[in-house]
């Protein structure tokens, strides 16, 4: 059904919509590519929520240059959509813009799409088709997908670590394990993320800002803290920084959560009331969190928080990606990266696959996946 050509300028595609990686959160990482008479009259990617879809963007680029895209051929990483969102349909945009044929590299999971943003471009006489480097279009926006297929956020576990496991030494200092190259790149998958999550013992021990500052971004992403007791201070650093950003997540009753929910909401705090684990009372019911968090358009999920919070989102099952750093150094005694267990056997260890070991700087970036 595709050949080279059509594989050529679906990579184009793919590489514009990776130069957005940190930019149209909520919403996905998407390339369009116009072609006519195998030469490209108009490409783009898709701009801030609110603005310009990838399809658009081509649309305007090909006619700022005096192109006319009827009779076009459009390459694009995912399905146009065919609902009013924030913007109109893109399906439509194509059908009166009189394209010949439409390259999707896969189909969009949102159920307001799923299938029809293909079903009316066909109905309008345009050649329709889908499935061109799926995998590669669908691994830039893993959040997406699993926001609307799974109905929580991909959930990614950051942590920095001496060779021999050590995440804090027994005093609690952790700074810096890992060289300015590491935390660096872990920046970058701090902008690459809708959310980063953290515990109230992190905001504690090391009150962190958990902002982006080491990559340049048009965006910083949300910050969320589980925060069982609402014990954060309105003090913390986080707070310094686009509060209205920070989203705190609670499971006290009612009564007596609300003073100290006023306190942090006076600061533009968004505060989220959740039931508590039937397994650990008064602890936050981590599963519920996920699901709020999708229900709010998190899709994707940055963790970086203490060793019981990694436990406790290991052992629920919760985590997707593990992301690392190892520094070439012992540390001896010391907390580890999640302390769950203890196992009766090495065969009930948590599994995992697809492993990738990178050296940054001096340190070793592992990122493998769970599940």
Known sequence: MFDATDATYMRRAL????????????????????VQDDRVIGEGATEAAGQRHAEIVALDAARAHGADPRGATVYVTLEPCAHHGRTPPCADALVQAGVARVVAAGRDPNPRVDGSGLDRLRAAGIRAESGLLENAARALNLGFFSR??????????????????????????????????????????????????????TVREDDPQLTVRHVQTPRQPVRVVVDSRLELPPTARMLQVEPDKVWVAHALPPQEAEARAQVLRAQGVEVIALPTDADKPGKTDLAALMHELAAREIGEL??????RLNASLLTAGLVDELLLYLAPTLL???AGLAPFGPLQAVADGIALHDMRVEPIGADWRVRARLG
């Open 15 to 34: 590489a514009l919509a990776q130069s957005v990686l940190y930019l149209t959160s909520p919403n996905p990482r998407v390339g369009c590519v116009i």
């Open 302 to 307: 940055h963790v970086e928080a203490g060793a």
């Open 148 to 201: 609307f297929e799974r109905g929580r956020p991909w959930v990614r576990l950051k942590a920095a670590a001496s060779l021999d496991g050590v995440t804090a030494l027994p005093n609690g200092r952790s700074q810096w394990i890992t060289g300015l190259a590491a935390r660096a790149d872990a920046h970058h998958w701090r902008a690459h993320a809708c959310a980063v999550l953290t515990g109230i013992g």
């Open 332 to 334: 001896g005694q010391g």
